[in-house]
């Protein structure tokens, strides 16, 4: 147990991974989005095998990652809590579309497009690289959403 309290003491932000892929949309929520590399500009997404983002960024070659902001833990439970193959996860929400095509999600702090450059396989997830080909700071007086397990499962 002492194990699983510690790993949750890693301070994340919450973000909506989304995707366009043959003119379906989808989206899901993410908290292990991490900065990779300078140069090239690189981030890492990890993302479950069984998600239906994962093959749809397979397929697509692209995504772009929503950064929420502070009080959007009802959004976050949305993409994280229903699965993408039984649910249109964004029906009644006012989403606009990127550059490259995938949800913009409303009252965010900012997004970045990418397209996909490399996929690993890691652990139970695939650990997806993406080239940063584009960033919107949308809103930034609005503090970002950290992860706190409790808002979600406590």
Known sequence: MVYK???????SGVYIVTVEDHGNLNGMTAIWVHQVSYEPQLVGVAVSPLRRTHDMILSSKKFTVNVLSEGQQEQARNFGFKTGYSTDKLDGVSFTKSA???PILPDIHSYFNCNLVNNYKIGDHSLLIGEVTGVTLVNEDAGRLVFDPDDYFG
Do not use: A, P
Not at 5 to 11: E, Y
């Open 100 to 102: 490259n095509g995938c």
């Open 5 to 11: 309290d510690v790993l949750k003491s890693i301070v």
